[in-house]
């Protein structure tokens, strides 16, 4: 009898530290979709991932337009339907997640890539999460510096940045790209011309294909990619011209031949690291605050290491981990500005065409 009550003590712990029947994860996606190789399916395959390890219901919402009252009416579907738990990724999220946060105080929220810019109804008034709620941002600019290096480093001298908007995360990415190819440049002897741009979308179309065709037929040999969809842009451009592309925010070498590397950030990784500490009683970790994941955190943005997706010339791995592991100890600073009227310093090894 006594081992049968242990047993049953120990049953009864372990749901205590997971969900309980009534518990449901949901996801809202922004304008994109959960397979839309990028963004939000990161943040999908996250909550897929923790969810079916600890058989936690999950499911996920698409709003029927790009506004923040369609997006407030998915939330409260899910909220209707059972989630005690929502993960809203993309910044367009801010504007949503203020009054979120007020209608439904029981529900938690979390908000990948949402910052204190983004929470605002009119850019003059701005809010903070509650204690349902927590906002996360990544140190991008880490991650396009390790980009923009390893493209140097593996023997690329004529580079282009193509970015969707310039909302804070994309241009962080932009910057630090820039940063990291004169870093190298320097650290090499080498000189460096990069084409700047921003797509003013986060889809590709025949005009972006033409501008990226002009930057290949000019002499620009890769171009990084940095804004949802707008990649496929840049690599229909690159497979007529014999350029490269280098991805983002997840490991993109899979969808084309063309990509040599991807500027990632630990999407997957950050929504199941707070799943687990909100299904363990850990939220008051997270509730109320802004978060920033960098590689002090962690394993939280980089360039893929994987044999398949290391497409870098003499550039090694070894190599990589040597320089990733001076800007995990401060020896590398990287300015994480994201103000689109300032732009970065560089030396005269770099010159940068900012393009309208």
């Given amino acids: 009898m006594k081992k049968i009550l242990a047993l049953l003590l120990a049953a009864l712990l372990t749901l205590s530290c997971f969900a309980l029947a009534e518990d449901k994860i949901a996801l809202v996606t922004d304008v994109g979709t959960i397979d839309d190789e990028s963004f939000n399916q990161a943040c999908w395959q996250g909550v897929v991932a923790f969810a079916t390890a600890n058989n936690i219901e999950y499911t996920y919402y698409q709003p029927a337009g790009d506004s923040t009252d369609e997006r407030l009416i998915s939330i409260d579907q899910a909220v209707t339907e059972g989630a005690t738990v929502i993960v809203l ?20 929220f979390i908000a990948i890539d949402v910052g204190a810019g983004d929470m605002t109804h009119d850019y003059v008034t701005y809010y903070e999460p509650k204690d349902n709620a927590v906002c996360i941002t990544f140190a991008e600019e880490q991650a396009g510096f390790l980009a923009g290096y390893a493209a140097v480093k593996a023997g690329y001298t004529k580079l282009g940045f193509l970015g969707g908007m310039a909302v804070p995360a994309v241009i962080r990415y932009g910057y630090g790209f820039v940063q990291g ?44 990619s940095c804004g949802g969809a707008i990649y496929t842009s840049a690599v229909e451009a690159a497979n007529l011209h014999g350029g490269k592309v280098i991805g983002v925010d997840v490991d993109q070498s899979y969808i084309d031949d063309c990509i040599i590397t991807s500027a990632m950030k630990g999407l997957q990784n950050v929504a199941e690291t707070i799943l687990a500490d909100y299904f363990t009683g850990n939220w008051d970790v997270h509730g109320g605050a802004f978060e920033v994941y960098s590689l002090r955190e962690g394993d939280y943005v980089g360039i893929p290491t994987a ?50």
């Fill in 181 to 224: 190819a004169d870093y190298a440049a320097n650290e090499i002897g080498v000189n460096v011309e990069i084409k700047y741009t921003y797509g003013g979308q986060f889809f590709g179309d025949a005009a972006i294909t033409a501008k990226m065709e002009g930057w290949y037929q000019a002499g620009t040999e890769v171009v990084f």
């Fill in 89 to 108: 990724p993309g910044y367009l999220f801010g504007e949503a997640l203020i009054d979120a946060q007020e209608y439904y105080p029981e529900v938690k």
């Fill in 307 to 356: 044999e398949k997706s290391w497409k870098l010339g003499d550039f090694t791995v070894a190599e990589y981990e040597a320089v990733k592991a001076l800007i995990m100890d401060g020896t590398i600073v990287i300015d994480n500005s994201s103000d689109d009227a300032v732009k970065p310093t560089v030396s005269d090894k770099v010159s940068v065409d900012y393009i309208a």
